[in-house]
């Protein structure tokens, strides 16, 4: 049985420029596999820089990669024609961070729930349309009749990122793309926004990609974890043995840096050292901000296991089991 | 899952359509007295055309030379047209060319600009590069040429109109594709994708729509330059000379010497007709400018 | 670029010392209404507080609720259809609202800063950073030669952690965290007895976020300024500030010390905004609050809170606006369910 979704040795790079080619590597070398049975919430955290937002455009095949290929069910995304892209379109859905940008300001919300509805041919006919929007848009906390025929602008941020999921919900993909979906939204409703993301993972058996810089809600949500910094993983495996016991000096800072809601838990035990604006060439890419660089470190350092569903790419552990880019997947709990 | 409990109705009573239209004509004056004078005009090319006797708009037609009076209250010229009915014929003539000179330059700015900038590649660089060579050459002295060039009986207000459009289409073009460019980028066009809509199904569904006002803005400003055109044309002797175009009407006056001879009427009505026109058109298209900000649009 | 390091502040007990508890900072009755085409909205309802010096306030709410608007009324910056009605505002010895176009202008930044929020955005593209600090205090009629304007900014600069060099660059050549903490340089210029912040970490990553909050903090320690910080990250709250204030629909429902926020929380609201924070323990739990915040145009009657609250379906509620009351140890409550003795009965 074809995997739903498979990323292999990925890589994105941007030249700039036909004069000074100043090549940019957003993402390297990354491979991933997502299964149908297993449906899983899977956090990739990460700054800006990080090539979060890269790998969610190339898992909805907005953007092509450079090297390495994405594959579909057993095709390359690239190569899909017909119903088969339109099978590709309807199980790969995203819900993105800008609650107001996603909206056409030209119609009425109505219009982000009906289009997908007609042209998956979701519903046989308009009331039965009408019904599965009302029902979605029940399900995310909303009265319908508030919500509907209404413009966006008259609506507030909470609600129209509530009918982002509504839209989520209404589909229900085999893979979602959630591109920081509460990061504008006010504190009070994210609790919601996340319960809804969760449950569309267990009842409807949604595998979700949840995109953040927030390690609080990533922690509270997913059940695994990658770490990218500069467009290469640093760390990844199970969420909590990642957080509570981070190993890379990197994702160390991060946990460090958390604002958690707790007076006990204090952010801020180790000092930061500030990123210098310089290509990283061909070593780690945390190389200048790292406390613990080694003259080893000036060349790539890959995967090593620390232990099962845990693993960090940096040579303090080189003595541990090396891991092959291409079996990340491996680390990541089902 | 939490028990969602709901908050009272939210009901806020949006005033109605025509409502917010007035309201917004009271803060963009502008644009109300422009389609106050636009309004007017169209008022009295149609009353005209029911109330006077537009055969009288030709030469030789009436008494000539005859001021203002009852019987006729613009007036005659030197030809013998009553120029009333001249006026009416030339405002509805001088309509016909705007319309289609505009609707035609416009028409192809919206599909040349979509498609350079939706398909980009070699579609883009073709369009724009011969937008970018076009622009910079002198319309007058063009138009002056091949207008001068044509046998006077080829000469009608549908080759006029041809003549405008010929180097007007540009600056629609390059409007509506950097307009297209940003729309396209923007995330509702992902979300649609995201949707299943085809390429043209964003182009005609998504993209368009939000356009409008800039195809608005477009339209009329090539109508204003269309009646523009025209109108300088006609006076330098280059129009259809048969036809009472406003234009012509005061070629042929300033021809016979019309001041000095003391027919004071006939160039000057269809100067005041001219500006009417041209003020009308220019105040639109400032108005609709404003309108086609979005910060504006926020009036509901 | 830099490569500067920050060093983590010493734990923090809760409650700083107070060096000296005077207030510097004083909110009376503050109200600011919207007259828009559809209704009038009460954005700001009677909404009074207290800031000593040195002390750090964190103003948390809905969008909606009245925190930024708080903010732009102490600065008089309300722009019509909005209007300050009524209030004062003490800073120090000055009140703000009835001082004259001028002399509100200089106290602002003079007296009171406000970095807004994306204000790094702000910034002007194409004029040098140090050009535009040199303004501020310029316009603030700082007398002195260019030398010494020039020293002042680079002390600014270097409070906030920030290489002198600065001052010579463009607002593009900068990250994110730099734009942003070079706002901050340029709200202490003129050394302010107020900063208000708002949400200045919201476009940041995680570790720029901390590192900005140090900067403030370290800042507001040298010129023992008073801080308020709008937000909406409990989360921040916990690891910034000393008090904690709770906005809804332009009220004031809660003013406690961060301790007692986050360990004994009064109001319904706030207990419902601590019991839906993720932290380490409630993993998988998910508390939101139910409902949405009500439209300042049509406020329920009574509480306004009644219709999401889980005590909220019974009179007095449901009819009457509750008043604030003031408990054991200066916290302050607006809810029907406390009076000044603690929980009512019944």
Redesign the interface.
């Known amino acids: 049985m074809a995997n739903l979704l498979e990323l292999r040795n990925v890589s994105k790079v941007y030249q700039r420029g036909l004069i000074s080619s100043h090549a940019t590597v957003a993402l390297r070398d990354f491979s991933l596999t997502l299964n149908e049975e297993e449906p899983t919430i899977l956090t990739v955290a990460g700054e800006s820089g990080s090539g979060k937002t890269t790998l969610a455009m190339l898992l909805l095949g907005f953007i092509t990669p450079t090297v390495g290929e994405i594959v579909y069910r057993g095709k390359n995304i690239s190569g899909l024609t017909g119903r088969d892209r339109m099978a590709y379109r309807r199980e790969v859905q995203a819900v993105f961070q800008d609650p107001f940008a996603v909206f056409n300001p030209f119609y009425t919300v109505d219009h982000l729930l009906s289009v997908p509805i007609r042209r998956f041919k979701l519903a046989s006919s308009r009331s039965e349309a009408r019904s599965k929007m009302e029902e979605s848009l029940s399900a995310v906390g909303l009265r319908p009749e508030d919500v509907l025929g209404r413009f966006p602008h008259q609506l507030s941020g909470g609600q129209r990122q509530r009918i982002n999921v509504a839209r989520a919900l209404l589909l229900k993909p085999r893979l979602l793309i959630a591109d920081e979906p509460v990061s504008m939204v006010d504190a009070s409703l994210r609790a919601t926004i996340l319960e809804t993301l969760r449950n569309l993972q267990r009842d409807y058996g949604v595998s979700i990609i949840y995109i953040t810089h927030d390690l609080t809600t990533a922690y509270h949500i997913s059940k695994s974890i990658v770490v990218l910094y500069r467009g290469g993983v640093m760390e990844a495996g199970d969420v909590d043995k990642v957080i509570k016991n981070p190993q890379h000096p990197y994702t160390q800072l991060l946990v460090d840096s958390i604002p958690w809601p707790n007076l006990e838990q204090r952010w801020g035990q180790q000092p930061i050292q500030a990123r210098s604006g310089q290509a990283i060439g061909e070593g780690c890419p945390f190389l200048p901000r790292c406390p613990h660089a080694m003259d080893i470190c000036k060349t790539r350092p890959p995967l090593f296991q620390i232990e099962p569903k845990h693993a960090a790419a940096c040579f303090l552990y080189d003595k541990q089991p090396q891991i092959a880019a291409e079996k990340l997947s491996e680390q990541l709990p089902a | 899952m939490t028990t969602v409990a709901m908050s009272p109705q939210q009901a806020i009573e949006q005033p109605n359509g025509l409502v917010l239209l007035l309201r917004y004509l009271r803060r963009n004056k502008g644009l109300a007295v422009g389609l106050a004078i636009f309004l007017a005009l169209v008022l009295f090319t149609v009353i005209g055309s029911f109330t006077v006797d537009l055969k009288h708009a030709y030469p030789l037609s009436v008494g000539l030379k005859k001021p203002p009076s009852w019987q006729y209250p613009f007036g005659t010229d030197f030809f013998g047209r009553d120029l009333l009915a001249a006026m009416v014929v030339g405002l509805w003539q001088t309509a016909v060319i705007g319309i289609l000179a505009g609707g035609l330059g416009t028409l192809i700015g919206v599909i040349l600009g979509f498609i350079a900038a939706y398909f980009g590649g070699f579609a883009d660089a073709t369009i724009r590069t011969v937008c970018q060579i076009l622009t910079p050459i002198p319309v007058l002295l063009i138009q002056v040429v091949i207008a001068s060039s044509l046998d006077k009986r080829d000469v009608t207000i549908f080759t006029m109109a041809f003549i405008v459009v010929l180097l007007a289409w540009m600056g629609p073009t390059l409007v509506i594709r950097s307009q297209v460019l940003t729309m396209k980028e923007r995330q509702f066009v992902s979300v649609a994708k995201l949707s299943g809509v085809s390429d043209f199904g964003i182009i005609f569904k998504e993209i368009l729509p939000n356009l409008l006002p800039f195809i608005a803005a477009a339209f009329v400003s090539q109508v204003f330059l269309a009646v523009f055109a025209a109108f300088y044309l006609a006076v330098l002797g280059l129009g259809p000379l048969r036809e009472p175009l406003l234009g012509n009407i005061i070629w042929a006056a300033t021809g016979q010497g019309a001041f000095f001879n003391g027919w004071w009427w006939w160039p000057i009505e269809p100067s005041i007709g001219m500006i009417l026109i041209l003020g009308s058109l220019a105040l639109i298209n400032m108005g609709l400018d404003e309108l086609a900000n979005p910060r504006v649009r926020r009036t509901e | 670029?830099?490569?500067?390091?920050?060093?983590?502040?010493d734990?923090?007990t809760?409650m700083r010392p107070a060096t000296a508890a005077t207030p510097v900072l004083r909110v009376e009755g503050l109200e600011v209404t919207y007259y828009t085409?559809?209704?009038r909205a009460k954005a700001l309802d009677n909404v009074s507080f207290t800031l000593n010096s040195g002390e750090k306030m964190g103003v948390?709410g809905?969008?909606?609720s009245g925190k930024s608007t708080m903010a732009l009324a102490m600065m008089r910056m309300i722009k019509p259809p909005g209007r300050v009605e009524a209030g004062k505002v003490w800073v120090g010895d000055t009140e703000l609202v009835s001082l004259n176009t001028e002399d509100m202008r200089k106290a602002r930044l003079g007296k009171i800063a406000y970095i807004p929020q994306g204000a790094m955005n702000s910034l002007n593209p194409v004029i040098r950073i140090g050009a535009q600090m040199v303004d501020a205090l310029k316009s603030h009629d700082v007398k002195g030669s260019s030398a010494e304007l020039r020293d002042r900014c680079f002390a600014a600069l270097h409070s906030v952690d920030l290489d002198p060099g600065v001052f010579r660059m463009y607002a593009h050549e900068l990250?994110?965290g730099m734009k942003q903490r070079v706002c901050i340089a340029i709200g202490i210029l003129l050394k302010p007895q107020v900063i208000i912040c708002d949400e200045p970490t919201s476009a940041l990553?995680?570790?720029?976020?901390?590192?900005v909050m140090?900067t403030i903090d370290r800042v507001q320690d040298e010129i023992n300024a008073a801080v308020i910080l709008i937000g909406?990250?409990?989360?921040?709250?916990?690891?910034?500030v000393d008090k904690v204030a709770v906005m809804y629909a332009g009220r004031l429902v809660e003013v406690a010390t961060?301790?007692e926020m986050?360990?004994d929380p009064k109001h319904p609201y706030s207990r419902?905004?601590?019991a839906?924070?993720?932290?380490?323990e409630?993993?998988?739990v998910?508390?939101?609050?139910?409902?949405?915040?009500?439209?300042l145009?049509?406020l329920?009657s009574g509480c306004a809170f009644h219709?999401?609250c889980p005590h909220g379906n019974q009179d007095p509620q449901r009819s009457v606006r509750p008043e604030e009351v003031t408990l054991a140890g200066g916290r302050k409550v607006t809810c029907h369910l406390y009076d000044a003795e603690g929980v009512k009965n019944g």
């Open positions: 670029m830099n490569s500067m390091t920050t060093t983590a502040p734990a923090r809760a085409d559809l209704g948390v809905e969008s909606g990250s994110g990553d995680v570790v720029t976020q901390r590192q140090e909406h990250d409990m989360g921040l709250m916990a690891q910034f961060v301790r986050f360990t419902a905004l601590i839906s924070l993720p932290n380490l409630n993993k998988g998910f508390q939101g609050i139910p409902g949405l915040a009500p439209s145009l049509r329920p219709p999401r």
